[in-house]
Nanobody, 116 residues
């Protein structure tokens, strides 16, 4: 059974840092590109970042470059999203996604709330 379980969300103040984790199981993690998406209240889901395989190349939404960092640990079947200098507008449910040709899996998301 494929599972993607996000964790690490919570309530933080503007300017804080937070690291999200996504633990994967039920598929060969190292064969999948892993991504983070987010959905803010009243908005469509948007792509945040992707870490590829093999090699771990990374790509980011232009608006998030320099503040967010995606990484993966194939030994732990886990992908991370380091978020720095958080802003009010980063408030969203953050979703983990796994993609390979013909297959696309999603987690249920973890809520990040940036508030003073």
């Amino acid at each position: 059974q494929v599972q993607l379980v996000e964790s690490g969300g919570g309530l933080v103040q503007p300017g804080s840092s937070l690291t999200l984790s996504c633990a994967a199981s039920g598929f060969t993690f190292s064969n999948y590109a892993m991504s983070w998406y987010r959905q803010s209240p009243g908005k469509e889901r948007e792509w945040v970042a992707t870490v590829g395989t093999p090699g771990g190349s990374t790509n980011y939404a232009d608006s998030l470059k320099g503040r967010f960092a995606i990484s993966r640990d194939n030994a732990k079947n886990t992908v991370y999203l380091q978020m720095n200098s958080l802003k009010f507008e980063d408030t969203a449910v953050y979703y983990c996604s796994a993609f390979a040709v013909g297959r696309h899996y999603w987690g249920r998301g973890t809520l990040v709330t940036v508030s003073s």
